[in-house]
């Protein structure tokens, strides 16, 4: 049974009988209740602190990925975003139009691969700050 402000102030010891003052045992008995309470009340307190620290912490730390995730995305939608299109080279290789077609393939293949990389990579640490935020609840 919890100890309440009202059971302290409404205690009542009884008197002794030989002499004037309060039963020892009881008084006794009434500080290890108090003491007891009090104790159990430090800890909950103490463990409260606690976890508000470690929340606090996970919290900074969601704070600062997310706003490295936002960084990211923003690098990946700008180099993602068209940009003005390049005049046209003209390589003359000897060959005519198939060693140029050739080498626009390999140019517009490596591109892709790039973009492929960079989707994949801002993908990846999407769902790893989704899995941290996930990881508070």
């Not at 049974?1 to 205690?11: E, F, H, K, Q, Y």
């Not at 409260?48 to 936002?70: I, K, N, P, T, Y």
């Amino acid at each position: 049974m919890a100890l309440t402000p009202a059971d302290i102030r409404s205690v009542q010891f009884s008197t002794t009988r030989l002499k004037t003052g309060y039963e020892m045992d009881e008084v006794d008995a009434f500080l290890d209740r108090i003491e007891t309470e009090l104790g159990t009340l430090i800890s909950q307190t103490q463990a409260a602190r606690d976890g508000e620290a470690v929340l606090r912490a996970q919290c900074d730390q969601l704070v600062g990925r997310v706003s490295e995730l936002e960084r990211r995305l923003s690098e990946a939608a700008t180099m993602a975003a068209p940009r003005s299109v390049p005049t046209p080279i003209t390589i003359d290789t000897g060959q005519g139009s198939d060693a140029a077609r050739q080498a626009a393939d390999q140019i517009v293949s490596a591109a892709r691969a790039e973009a492929a990389s960079i989707r994949a990579r801002v993908i990846a640490d999407l769902r790893a700050g989704i899995a941290a935020v996930e990881g508070l609840g």
